[in-house]
Structures are given as C-alpha cells and as structure tokens.
C-alpha cells in the first residue's frame, strides 16, 4: 500500500519567507510526528499528533514553527519569516496507536538562502 | 530510553551477510530493541524489533543474547542498496500510551562492496 508522501521534496526559499510543508500519512495510522534532521545529525522532534488529543508541541523551536492535522489525516508544518538555520530536511512519520513502528516520509529537503 | 553502542562503521561484500552489533547493556526488562536504517537522502526506514525472542523478517534477523545486554542484526545475503545508516534503539514500547518520539544516535555506518 501506499507510504508517507511529504510534498515539496525540494524547497528553496529566501530568508524572511514563509513555507508550508505537506505531510499525508498512512491510511488509519492516527499518530503523526514531524522531526528535522540538519546535515549528518540525528532526529529533532518537532510536534507529535494523535487523533483528536491536543498536539504535543514541544519541540518545536521557536513560535515561528506551527502545524496543524486538518480531518486527522494529512499535515501542513509552517515555517514563517524563515531563517538560514531552518535549512534541514523535515520528515513526517506516522505510526497506528497500538504499535510502536514509525513509517516515515522521504522528507522535504528544505533550503534557507 | 537506555544508551546504546554501535561501531561508527562496518563494511561487508555483496553477498555475503552483515553482521552489526549493537551493545544496550543497561536495557531495562520492559524495553525493546529497535533497528531502523536511513540510506542517503531518504527517510529513516523500519526493519524489525524484538523483545527477548530472536525475530525474522523479510529484511532482516535479529538476535538478542540472553542476558539481553547486547544484540545482533544480520541482513543474510547483503546488497548494494543495502548501505546506509543503521540505528539501534531501546526503548519501551510506547503504542497506545505516550507518544513515543524517536532519537536515533550516530549509528553504524554500513558500506557494502562489490
């Protein structure tokens, strides 16, 4: 069946702008996460959602970062008056409730000029 | 989650099976040992976890000493696409309960040649 899509693969932006990145998960997987991972490092945790719960919003780095699951199906993140440390790929991953396998997205490669 | 230990990296012949190791040796009787791996570019990719049990799957095997202190995925007959970063983790089952964010370390990185 089909995977995570995350659409625009590639993003190039000027510093200041703002850019919404599209996530639409697995068919019934009810837990989204958005994570980042800059050049060779790890995961960053951005935002968890889950159904109807309110969103676990404490990754995310400053108050220019927001997202929002519209019908608990796909996700925007938005970046507003981006900034050259936003450059990083962002990768959506979702998972069902009851399990604790994440399935992720290829990531939108996101490039702050 | 416990700390894990991994080599920085490994190389294996195509063909041939890979073996990485993975220590987690302060691993807690309820956490499970996960392995993902991200080849360049792409998302982190799932490829099986296991409790105390050895598991198979289409991917991979994983086999989990007794004690629990250490592990070890194989992928039997390794290929090209098989390079990447390969992630152990520890960690308690978080389906159904809290939300379960990933962290990955810095993995073994695997090269296979032909």
């Known amino acids: 069946g089909a995977g995570v899509s995350q659409s625009p693969s590639n993003k190039v932006t000027e510093k200041g702008k703002d850019v919404e990145l599209r996530c639409d998960p697995i068919s019934g997987h009810t837990a989204l996460y958005w994570y980042r991972q800059s050049l060779g490092q790890g995961l960053e945790f951005l935002i968890y959602?889950?159904?109807?719960?309110?969103?676990?919003k404490s990754g995310l780095p400053s108050d220019r970062f927001s997202a929002e699951r519209t019908g608990g199906s796909v996700s925007t993140l938005t970046i507003q008056r981006t900034q050259q440390e936003d450059s990083a790929v962002y990768l959506c991953?979702?998972?069902?409730?009851?399990?604790?396998?994440?399935?992720f997205g290829p990531g939108t490669r996101l490039t702050v000029l | 989650d416990a700390k894990t230990t991994q080599p920085p990296s490994m190389d294996c012949a195509e063909g041939r099976a890979a073996n990485l190791p993975c220590n987690h040796s302060?691993?807690?009787?309820?956490?499970?040992v996960y392995w993902y791996r991200q080849i360049h570019s792409q998302g982190p990719q799932y490829i099986i976890h296991?409790?105390?049990n050895n598991e198979t799957n289409e991917m991979a095997s994983l086999i989990i000493t007794e004690d629990r202190k250490s592990s070890t995925l194989i992928l039997p007959h390794a290929t090209l696409r098989d390079t990447a970063v390969y992630y152990c983790i520890v960690r308690v089952n978080a389906g159904g309960t809290s939300y379960g964010k990933l962290t990955f370390g810095q993995g073994t990185i695997l090269t296979v040649h032909p």
């Open positions: 991953a979702s998972k069902l409730l009851q399990t604790d396998t994440q399935y």
């Open positions: 959602f889950q159904g109807n719960s309110a969103p676990d």
């Open positions: 296991g409790l105390k």
């Open positions: 302060t691993i807690s009787g309820n956490e499970y």
